[in-house]
């Protein structure tokens, strides 16, 4: 199958007769090379010789077996080179040699046609594995290389998508982006793994999509809104939950569009829950909203430092949030304003919930 003149066969026996009767054995055509032992056998590995298959002859008495073999496989540079052991006629070691990892087992005596053909069989064998398996590793590097630009282009769709939706309102450019990295800063401060940070970052980039089904006039009249044009503004969460429901994939993502506005007393819209019935996701993402709501340049209202609003938001922890999510916020921003902390980039710096092992557990 493959060229014999390239196969270098490593011989490796203490009988020098044996090594005779086996060099008379072997075709020609075969490159063969014949060491006493295995630290003649390792030096000659060490002169960068790579042999194709190592015969191994047990024929010889005081020889520890297993330490010998066991050595070859552990060597770096050998592990994945077969080896065929030559078994004296009476061992009863056939059996015990394949299941620790011989390619081939030969008992004594050695017949011609029988031994080069099953040496042929061991080195065809390896190479048809050698190249499934350099094939496998070029494959999953290609692969490996595709689904990074997939995990760049969907992050930047989403991150049109929130721009899309910031440049809707104009009181509110940059509103998602911040209101992910906010809602980022709660989940991490929380205990929360990266995993569940980067599907709140991105409920965060998205938990206002539905305003892209809210007219402009609604969205950017600078007045009080009368009674139907705040009916239609808290339309906003179930048209964002119905446009986000199609990520399947990822369905808490679609959950922070839902329930965004949702209060911990019940009062909220638009479906009323209170307490823990509102998911994590949304009574985060709450606090991250209103705290950049507060402290952003809106025309209808004063803007509030980060001190003002972080007495805000305990004040109205546990009737618009979750007090325990309200608590760390305060912590949080109390941290920001004396400059021990400050509010992390996290635009480049997820890529798991894209990766086909992401855990599925985490959606259930
Ligand atoms: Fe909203």
């Given at each position: 199958m493959f060229s014999k003149d390239t196969q270098i066969l490593l011989c490796i026996s203490s009988n020098v007769s044996e090594q005779e009767n086996i060099r008379n054995l072997i075709n020609g055509d075969r490159n063969c090379v014949f060491v006493k032992s295995e630290r003649e056998a390792l030096a000659l590995l060490k002169s960068r010789l790579r042999p194709s298959l190592i015969l191994l002859d047990l024929d010889y008495p005081g020889n520890d077996y297993f330490t010998l073999f066991s050595r070859l496989k552990s060597d770096p540079v050998l592990e994945n080179t077969p080896v065929i052991i030559l078994i004296p006629e009476d061992s009863g070691k056939e059996a015990f040699f394949l299941t620790i990892g011989a390619a081939d087992v030969i008992r004594k005596p050695l017949a011609q046609e029988v031994l080069n053909r099953r040496i042929d069989n061991v080195i065809n064998s390896q190479y048809v594995n050698d190249y499934l398996i350099t094939k496998m590793y070029s494959y999953r590097d290609s692969l490996a290389e595709e689904h990074k630009k997939l995990v760049i282009y969907t992050k930047q769709i989403i991150k049109s998508l929130s721009s899309a939706i910031d440049a809707k309102d104009t009181y509110t450019n940059g509103h998602s982006v911040r209101v992910a990295e906010y809602a980022c800063e709660i989940a991490e401060a929380m205990g929360y793994d990266d995993k569940m940070l980067e599907i709140i970052y991105q409920a965060g980039l998205l938990h206002d999509i539905g305003k892209i089904g809210v007219s402009d006039t609604v969205l950017r009249k600078p007045g009080e809104l009368n009674e139907k044009e705040m009916a239609a503004i808290r339309q906003h969460p179930i048209i964002g939950h119905e446009i986000l429901s199609?990520?399947?994939?990822?369905?808490?993502?679609s959950y922070g569009a839902r329930w965004h506005h949702e209060r911990y007393d019940g009062k909220g819209y638009p479906d009323g829950l209170k307490g823990e019935e509102i998911p994590l996701i949304p009574r985060i993402i709450c606090v991250a909203d209103a705290y950049d709501a507060m402290t952003s340049n809106r025309s209808y209202r004063r803007q509030l430092s980060p001190l003002e609003a972080r007495e805000e938001i305990l004040r109205n922890c546990g009737t618009q949030f979750d007090p325990e999510i309200g608590k760390i916020a305060a912590s949080i921003i109390e941290k920001n304003i004396s400059g021990e902390i400050s509010f992390k980039n996290r635009e480049t710096t997820f890529t798991s919930i894209f990766s086909p092992s992401n855990n599925k557990a985490l959606y259930a």
């Open positions: 199609s990520i399947t994939e990822i369905p808490l993502i």
